[in-house]
């Protein structure tokens, strides 16, 4: 059974930098893709970014595109994202998700496996 854990949330101003974290509990982490969306309250689940399980392979929403970077460490089976610049409109919860398959993608519903989720809150 595939767990992630999300960690790094917190209240920011704008401007400010977070550092979110996951990490997922299989041993085969570094033959899959890991991917960040995020949800705000009343609204659907959103594509950040997606990092291929080598760590070449990123793409990124544009609305966080210069702004977020997401990077891997496959000896400590974790997935990162860099958040910097962050505005208001960046406030939700952001999940962490696991796709059986190499390569990531920007569709929600290609990913097999979801975290609970790290609340992050930008003030103006």
């Known amino acids: 059974q595939v767990r992630l854990v999300e960690s790094g949330g917190g209240l920011v101003q704008a401007g400010d930098s977070l550092r979110l974290s996951c990490v997922a509990s299989?041993?085969?982490?570094?033959?899959?893709?890991m991917g960040w969306f995020r949800q705000a309250p009343g609204k659907e689940r959103e594509f950040v970014a997606h990092?291929?399980?080598?760590?070449?392979?990123?793409q990124y929403a544009d609305s966080v595109k210069g702004r977020f970077t997401i990077s891997r460490d496959n000896t400590k089976n974790t997935v990162y994202l860099q958040m910097s610049s962050l505005k208001p409109e960046d406030t939700a919860t952001y999940l962490c998700?696991?796709?059986?398959?190499?390569?990531?993608?920007?569709?929600?519903?290609?990913?097999?496996?979801w975290g609970q989720g790290t609340q992050v809150t930008v003030s103006s």
């Open positions: 998700a696991l796709r059986s398959y190499p390569l990531g993608s920007q569709n929600v519903n290609e990913w097999a496996h």
């Open positions: 990092i291929g399980s080598s760590g070449v392979r990123r």
């Open positions: 299989l041993r085969t982490f570094s033959t899959y893709a």
